[in-house]
């Protein structure tokens, strides 16, 4: 049933209405046992939800909304391989790529044995690669899926990294980008990595077709040592040169493809034992993700409080700021991952929604983000759910920094609840303004994969109740095919049928 004809869509429109006046400093004085309520255990990740709008009653509600909207069913479907991304006609099934060998019987028994021998092979090359003193620089040439994952990964566990290695993201078609990383680079020291899921995506080939043409004009022979290609269209690598390729399948969709072989990056910067344990972390989170009830999954009570806070608080943004310098990808990561998935205005039958979808994902790494727009969050006139992420133990000697940069977490989140009283109207924070803290003891590849798939799950918890189709992304076609159309009359000079601002600047451009 579409979420917004459901009871429980009603009882919860009502519920907002008693909860215009909510305060939380109130609701801490009223209930001693709020933070344990409102807090969650689930792999590698301790959450502490209390600090937002929401209560048991809304909760409550949420888990209502959950079991009309059929989510148990749904998240059921994508763990038994079925279609359930229905526009593309595919499976969606990146969580099998997190499953442990040999552990599925049935259908699935026979992608999974196909998963982890490509597993397999991707892990031993990626092990020749650290053994090769030659290669100084790893080059990953991809966009989107292809980008974000890897490189707010090998960032993120940069601590892990093998020594002696440079690793370098090029996704930009701006050529800036590609000649800043080459003016550094030696073709006999560097391996490029093609990753792009369809072979097509045209940033991606253009800068791989520019890498190739710089590794020959300086002299370099050996492309099957120096090009290696990550893709599901391996006939198209093959196209383009490359002799050896990874291959996934279509069911991965690309945003959620980082455990696939567009991993390699990832497992030759920190190894193959490394890789297994990202997986075995997200692993983890897929079985409490499926296996634990509603109330205490920690996914499903994230996932929900988006659709609370989209549909019924009226929010319409969450700002994430993860406290440890490693994630400074991650808010790009987790803007892809849930407007990608979730920006979305039909549901899966393509019929218009009457209901807000994605929330706009933006932030920074604190405490940077503090001394930029911080402001806006303690006392603009938009209320925007802070997503704090931190680690108890660092990896670092510095136990004073360490111990600043948990304070700040804590204490942005205190006082966004707090407030402090002024006469002076500048001087005064209205407080009540919620966050939520994702503590995890340390960022190790295990706990990274846990806190990437917890993030998967909430985005399919969100758009499950809204009813869409979280894993296709049609939005980015039209743009795509302009762009090439577009391309051409700045050859021809042609301008005809244009709007008249195009032509106009694209007369400028002449
Ligand atoms: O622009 C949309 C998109 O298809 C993303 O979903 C994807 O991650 C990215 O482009 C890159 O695609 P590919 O891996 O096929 O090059």
Redesign the pocket.
């Known amino acids: 049933m579409r979420c917004d004809q459901t009871p429980a869509w009603k009882a919860l429109q009502e519920h907002a209405q008693t909860f215009a006046g909510f305060d939380l400093r109130t609701a801490f004085a009223q209930d001693p046992e709020r933070f344990q309520v409102l807090s969650q255990t689930a792999p590698y990740v301790f959450a502490d939800l209390s600090k937002n709008h929401t209560d048991a009653a809304t909760e409550a509600l949420l888990i209502e909304l959950a079991r009309q909207t059929g989510l148990v069913a749904h998240r059921d479907a994508m763990f038994r391989g079925e279609h359930i991304n229905t526009t593309e006609d595919r499976a969606v099934m990146h969580w099998l790529l997190r499953q442990p060998e040999g552990s599925l019987q049935g259908a699935l028994a026979e992608p999974l044995a196909l998963v982890h021998g490509t597993l397999k092979a991707m892990l031993a090359y990626a092990e020749q690669v650290r053994a090769d003193a030659q290669i100084t620089d790893v080059v990953n040439i ?5 980008d974000l994952g890897p490189q707010m990964a090998v960032l993120a566990l940069q601590d892990f990294v093998i020594p002696g290695k440079r690793f370098h993201f090029v996704s930009n078609v701006d050529g800036h980008e590609l000649t800043g990383v080459l003016k550094g680079l030696k073709p006999d020291n560097t391996l490029f990595v093609v ?7 045209l940033d ?1 080939m253009t800068n791989a077709h520019s890498a190739l043409a710089w590794f020959k004009a300086q002299g370099g022979l050996d492309v099957a040592r120096h090009f290696v290609a990550l893709t599901s269209n391996v006939s198209a690598a093959a196209d383009f040169g490359a002799t050896t390729t990874f291959g996934f399948w279509d069911w991965v ?3 959620y493809s980082m455990w696939s072989a567009i991993g390699l990056p990832v497992a030759i910067a920190i190894g193959s034992a490394g890789f297994k344990d990202l997986l075995a972390g997200a692993h983890a989170m897929d079985q409490h993700f499926l296996a634990t009830p509603l109330e205490a999954n920690l996914p499903v009570r994230l996932g929900l409080l988006d659709v609370w806070y989209r549909n019924f608080m009226h929010y319409t943004s969450r700002s994430i700021a993860p406290y440890h310098s490693g994630l400074r990808r991650w808010p790009a990561f987790l803007q ?1 991952l849930e407007m ?1 998935s979730n920006g979305k205005r039909v549901d899966r039958n393509g019929q218009a929604l009457t209901h807000g979808t994605s929330p706009v994902l933006w932030g920074e790494q604190g405490t940077n983000g503090q001394h930029a727009f911080f402001q806006m969050l303690h006392q603009g006139t938009d209320v925007v759910p802070l997503e704090i992420v931190a680690f108890k133990n660092p990896a670092h000697p510095l136990l004073e920094h360490h111990a600043l940069t948990l304070a700040n977490a804590l204490a942005q989140a205190q006082a966004l609840m707090c407030g402090k009283a002024d006469t002076g109207g500048h001087k005064h924070f209205e407080g009540n303004r919620p966050s939520t803290f994702l503590l995890l003891d340390e960022l190790t590849p295990a706990s990274l994969g846990a806190l990437t798939a917890l993030q998967e799950h909430r985005v399919f918890v969100s758009g499950s109740v809204w009813g869409i189709n979280s894993f296709d ?1 049609w939005g ?1 076609e039209l743009g795509k095919v302009l762009a090439q159309d577009i391309r051409a009359r700045m050859t021809s000079g042609d301008g005809a049928g244009l709007d008249a601002s195009t032509a106009g600047l694209l007369g400028r451009l002449r």
Do not use: H, L, N, P
């Not at 991809?142 to 292809?146: K, L, P, R, T």
């Open positions: 991809g966009i989107g899926g292809s990753a792009s899921k369809t072979f097509t995506t991606t969709g690309g945003r892809q990608e992304q980015v």
